[in-house]
């Protein structure tokens, strides 16, 4: 079956860098196109990036230029490098595909941006 599994979170000083990544399995990874999506408290969960098969990448505008998304189709994981980060980054973020016209999303990984 389709599985997510996303690491990198943790706790970083605004202005600090932290790479996520997710680990794709159950599925052909090459072939499909994936998304990293986030959820502050109390907010709804949010488009971070995406990045399609042929490794086309589309970003919500207040990450544009601070993060970037990328995808190796050998170790089947996807990555969202984050720099400059700021408090308001702070969310849990989630890793997600569509297969089969169902939506899979993995367990997520806590970013925390504070000093």
């Known amino acids: 079956q389709v599985q997510l599994v996303e690491s990198g979170g943790g706790l970083v000083q605004p202005g600090g860098s932290l790479r996520l990544s997710c680990a794709a399995s159950?599925?052909?990874?090459?072939?499909?196109?994936m998304s990293w999506y986030r959820q502050a408290p109390g907010k709804e969960r949010e488009l971070v990036a995406a990045?399609?098969?042929?490794?086309?990448?589309n970003y919500a505008d207040s990450m544009k230029g601070r993060f970037t998304i990328s995808r190796d189709n050998v170790k089947n994981t996807v990555y969202l490098q984050m720099n400059s980060l700021k408090p308001e980054d702070t969310a849990v973020y989630y890793c997600?595909?569509?297969?089969?016209?169902?939506?899979?999303w993995g367990q997520g990984t806590q970013v925390t941006v504070s000093s």
């Open positions: 159950g599925f052909t990874f090459s072939r499909y196109d």
């Open positions: 997600n595909t569509k297969f089969r016209f169902a939506y899979y």
């Open positions: 990045i399609t098969s042929a490794g086309v990448t």
